[in-house]
């Protein structure tokens, strides 16, 4: 059975860190590329980091360009999304996926866990 488990989410305040995890179960993580998406109260969700099944490529929203960085370990099966310097802007479910890499980035996302909370607050 094909599984995300994202996990790391939590309160923090303006300027701290979190890292999320996303550990996969039932396929092979470096067959395929992987991303990170954020969805906040009341907004369509935006994708934050993508990053190839080999880790050669990677892109990032320019909302968290020098803040952000992603990261994967294959041999774990997992996925990292480091994220540092928050805003309160920052705040929202956060989803790791799974799908295929192309020119643009990462695209046929079909697989996605049921994310995890960052709220970025005083």
């Known amino acids: 059975q094909l599984q995300l488990v994202e996990s790391g989410g939590g309160l923090v305040q303006p300027g701290g860190s979190l890292r999320l995890s996303c550990a996969v179960s039932g396929f092979t993580l470096n067959n395929y590329a992987m991303g990170w998406f954020r969805q906040a109260p009341g907004k369509e969700r935006e994708r934050v980091s993508c990053?190839?099944?080999?880790?050669?490529?990677?892109n990032y929203a320019d909302s968290v360009k020098g803040r952000f960085t992603i990261s994967r370990d294959n041999a774990k099966n997992t996925v990292y999304l480091q994220m540092n310097s928050l805003k309160p802007e920052d705040t929202a479910v956060y989803y790791c996926?799974?799908?295929?890499?192309?020119?643009?980035?990462?695209?046929?996302?079909?697989?996605w866990g049921k994310g995890t909370l960052v709220t970025v607050s005083s």
């Open positions: 996926a799974a799908g295929r890499w192309g020119p643009l980035g990462c695209y046929a996302m079909n697989y």
């Open positions: 990053i190839s099944s080999s880790g050669g490529y990677i």
